[in-house]
């Protein structure tokens, strides 16, 4: 890759930025960026990564070959119809857009070009996002391996069709969540139970690292590690109990279910939106 520019500033885009830099993929002064209108993120960026920017579009897209979009997903219409003069076809355009479909950024771009959605989370920050990576038929081979090394340095990536992003979303897109909101109820139950709150979020955090690494790192399934550790008549089974009388497997099932509806819901949305604003141009 000899340039990429990013549209937007947000914290995906610092979290990938961070990972090209200390992963030495391009050199920093190789990728630019640009927002709205906070010059102060911008500068926050420049001396923190060496990155350039500017807020001319020209500049920003003259010689890239890679165009990450990554504004919020109600400014892209506006965002892609300010540079669709400048895309060339053979610019990746890459997108971290929720609910934003390689058809409707080829439409509002008016030119067929190489796309490609990508669903990461917020453990990019921490180099450990799980990202699902979808593309469109104008992806050759060369521009598959870029973008799986420029979402390898946040994590790991699984390639999926553009149709299961949904259920990435709700997965692990939204899973973090999830996982935290699962700490905070082992937090209060540990203080409920006589534990101090910064010794049992050791503990917490420990056990799922732990737990993890067993599902990772074995061959057995995580059924079968459940079992493993619970005894019968033990204090393991008595907790499980309580779970199961709780229906708490069903709730995070129907959780993930309904994460994945609204996902199928904000995208049909958006594509509404872009559909009108195609047609008052």
């Not at 990728?31 to 420049?46: F, G, P």
């Not at 699962?182 to 409920?192: G, N, P, Y």
């Not at 609204?262 to 049909?268: A, H, L, N, T």
Request: hydrophobic share 45%; aromatic share 4%.
């Amino acid at each position: 890759m000899e340039k990429i520019a990013i549209i937007g500033a947000g914290s995906m885009s610092e979290a990938l930025i961070a990972g090209i830099v200390e992963n030495q993929l391009i050199s920093p002064e190789k990728i630019w960026v640009t927002n709205r209108s906070n010059a102060d993120r911008l500068a926050t960026l420049h001396e923190q990564y060496g990155v350039s920017s500017t807020y001319d579009h020209r500049e920003l897209l003259e010689g890239a070959d890679m165009v990450l979009l990554a504004m919020k997903p109600k400014d892209a219409a506006a965002s892609i119809e300010q540079v669709r003069h400048l895309l060339k076809s053979n610019m990746l355009i890459v997108s971290v857009l929720a609910g934003v479909s390689m058809d409707s950024i080829e439409l509002l771009s008016q030119k067929q070009l190489a796309i490609v959605r990508a669903m990461p989370n917020t453990s990019a920050t921490v180099g450990l996002s799980a990202t699902a990576i979808a593309v469109n038929d104008k992806v050759d081979d060369d521009q598959k391996r870029n973008v799986q090394m420029l979402f390898g340095t946040v994590g790991m990536t699984a390639f999926v069709e553009e149709h299961q992003l949904d259920a990435v979303t709700g997965l692990s897109g939204s899973g973090p969540a999830y996982i935290y909101y699962l700490i905070e109820a082992m937090e209060k139950s540990a203080v409920e139970i006589g534990l101090e709150r910064e010794m049992a979020q050791q503990l917490i955090v420990q056990t799922l690292i732990g737990a993890a690494q067993m599902v990772a790192k074995t061959t057995k399934t995580p059924q079968e590690l459940r079992h493993a550790v619970t005894s019968p008549g033990g204090t393991t089974e008595a907790g499980l109990k309580v779970l199961a009388a709780h229906g708490v497997q069903e709730a995070f099932v129907e959780c993930i279910k309904e994460a994945t509806a609204q996902s199928k819901r904000m995208g049909k949305a958006i594509a509404e939106q872009m559909e009108s604003v195609q047609r008052s141009l």
